[in-house]
Every structure is written in structure tokens, then in C-alpha cells.
């Protein structure tokens, strides 16, 4: 696993438009270089936020999108269009602008599918598989890029501090009982997230400083899951300066553009 570096912006603001100018540079040289391209979106507001400020560029029209696969990392168990869905949100704020190819948009299944949360993470976990190469080494795509917020409690996709799913060595996994509402989601796993080649933690607010410090440290996955929001070659943490506000400066590697 790569090693965390940091990059902090001057605000929310700043940090949701550049983390856009930096997924259509990436998407574009892997484009260039593959021919195709993976992303596993988040939700969350800065999440939100950094797919709307790709919609609103004209560079968004330097990437193909009838190219590219787009996963979720997470979802509430909620049924299709829900406003709480992070696929709605994506939708909403990209996905309905852009020229995406429906059978290379990989939605995790509601209620209204008639599956339970556990049959959904089954299912999802099947679409992984078989859209993993032989070259990826295991049952998950070698993501190009997945997207992660961050709560102030250091939870990432659903894996929230003390819960069996942070166990689970599945790609995709139901949550029950998560603190936050609604409380059933379908979540990848620790595993699936590190078997990216990037991971990019993006995180905005002082709230969540103290979360941030013990990612970047030695802390244990299980009370601290970004801790384990690694990818195989690169590991990114895009921060605003309120999140950035207790990092010592021992921990990663830090540039404020």
C-alpha cells in the first residue's frame, strides 16, 4: 500500500474545484494510455460539490464518458431516486449532464429491487467480479481513481469505528445498525477499497481535524477506518484548511496551492 500524501486548499470551495480539475486530468491520461477508465464515486457534500464543479468546466467534454466505469464505494439501502441516494445526488449533479453509458454506470440495488441489503451487496459483488481482469489479481477492478469523504468520526464509504464489516474480508458487504441514518447501507470493504490504484480521501470542516490526524497516523482500521483508505499507488488526502488544522508536521507530505 502507498504511503498518504496531503494537499490542502484554502476552503471548501476550493478543495471541491480542484479535486474536479484533477479526476478529469487523471481520467483523461488513463483514457489516453487505456483506452478506458474506473472511478468509485462518494456522496457527501464536498463529494457532491466536486461532481457538480466537473459538470459546470468545459474541460469535463476532454474526457470520454462513454469510456469510463463509475462505481460507488457506498449507498443507503434506500429505493431508486431517493433523495438520500448517493447515486441520485451523482446523477443530479453530473451523471445527468454528460454522455455516460448506462451499462458502464454500476448502481448499488435498493428495496424497490425486491433484494435485501444482504442480496444487493451480493449482487454488486458479482458486477465486481466480472468486471475484474485477470491483470487486477483478485475478485475487484483495479480502480483508476475512488473517490472517499470522511466523517469526523474517521468512517469511510459506510465502514463506521467498531463495526463486523471492517472484519470482512468480502468486497461488498450490508451495514446494519450504522450510527448515522438511514441505518442499513451496502458498503465495499477495507479490501475492495485497497485493491485501487488511488485512493483520494477528500475532507472539508475542522470537525473533521482529529479524524484526519489519526488517519495519517499508525492508528488501527478498526477505530479509525480511513487508516486503511489505502491505495496500491498512490494514497491522496485533499483537504481544506480546516480539515488539515491538526496534522503534525511529521505526518505526510503537505502542499497548499
Do not use: C
Not at 500524501?5 to 487505456?34: F, K, W
Amino acid at each position: 500500500m502507498s504511503v498518504p500524501s496531503v494537499v490542502v486548499h484554502r476552503d471548501a470551495d476550493v478543495l471541491a474545484n480542484a479535486v474536479a480539475a484533477r479526476i478529469i486530468t487523471r481520467l483523461v491520461d488513463v483514457q489516453s494510455a487505456r483506452g478506458s477508465a474506473s472511478i468509485v464515486l462518494t456522496g457527501g457534500t464536498v463529494g457532491i460539490a466536486t461532481l457538480a464543479a466537473i459538470a459546470a468546466t468545459p474541460a469535463r467534454d476532454a474526457v470520454d464518458w462513454r469510456r469510463l466505469d463509475i462505481w460507488w464505494g457506498d449507498e443507503r439501502f434506500l429505493p431508486s431516486g431517493d433523495k438520500e441516494r448517493n447515486e441520485t445526488g451523482a446523477r443530479e449533479a453530473l451523471l445527468d449532464h454528460v454522455d455516460v453509458n448506462p451499462e458502464r454506470v454500476h448502481v448499488m440495488l435498493g428495496p424497490d429491487s425486491g433484494l435485501t441489503a444482504e442480496e444487493s451487496a451480493e449482487s454488486y459483488a458479482a458486477e465486481l467480479r466480472r468486471a475484474a481482469r485477470p491483470e487486477d489479481h483478485g475478485p475487484v477492478p483495479a480502480f483508476d481513481v475512488m473517490l472517499l469523504g470522511m466523517g469526523p468520526d474517521s468512517h469511510v464509504a459506510s465502514l463506521f469505528p467498531g463495526m463486523p464489516a471492517l472484519y470482512d474480508t468480502r468486497p461488498v458487504v450490508a451495514v446494519h445498525g450504522a450510527p448515522k441514518p438511514p441505518p442499513t447501507r451496502i458498503s465495499l470493504t477495507l479490501p475492495a477499497i485497497q485493491s485501487s490504484r488511488e485512493v483520494w480521501v477528500v475532507a472539508a470542516g475542522e470537525e473533521k481535524s482529529g479524524a484526519v490526524r489519526l488517519a495519517l497516523s499508525d492508528s488501527g482500521h478498526v477505530q479509525v477506518p480511513a487508516s486503511g483508505a489505502r491505495g496500491r499507488a498512490r494514497t491522496l488526502f485533499l483537504l481544506d484548511r480546516g480539515a488539515a488544522g491538526k496534522i503534525p508536521p511529521e505526518l505526510g507530505r503537505i502542499s497548499s496551492p
